[in-house]
């Protein structure tokens, strides 16, 4: 699967599993879960999780 993103995403695009950055850096799928596992948790260990997901910005 191929895949070029527009607006906000312009010059980000899919290429089979992995996602490539503007700069040609490749992650995959399992990578980006790791990535967002370790921001909840650090959000977690800083009181901050449930802002994000009442979508009250943290500041």
């Given at each position: 699967m191929n895949f070029d993103?527009?607006?906000?995403?312009?010059?980000?695009?899919?290429?089979?599993?992995?996602?490539?950055?503007?700069?040609?850096?490749?992650?995959?799928?399992?990578?980006?879960r790791g990535l967002m596992w370790r921001d909840q948790m650090e959000l977690r260990l800083a009181g901050l999780a449930d802002y994000r997901y009442r979508g009250i910005a943290a500041s």
């Open positions: 993103f527009e607006n906000e995403w312009y010059g980000w695009r899919l290429r089979g599993r992995h996602l490539v950055s503007a700069d040609g850096q490749r992650m995959t799928i399992e990578r980006l």
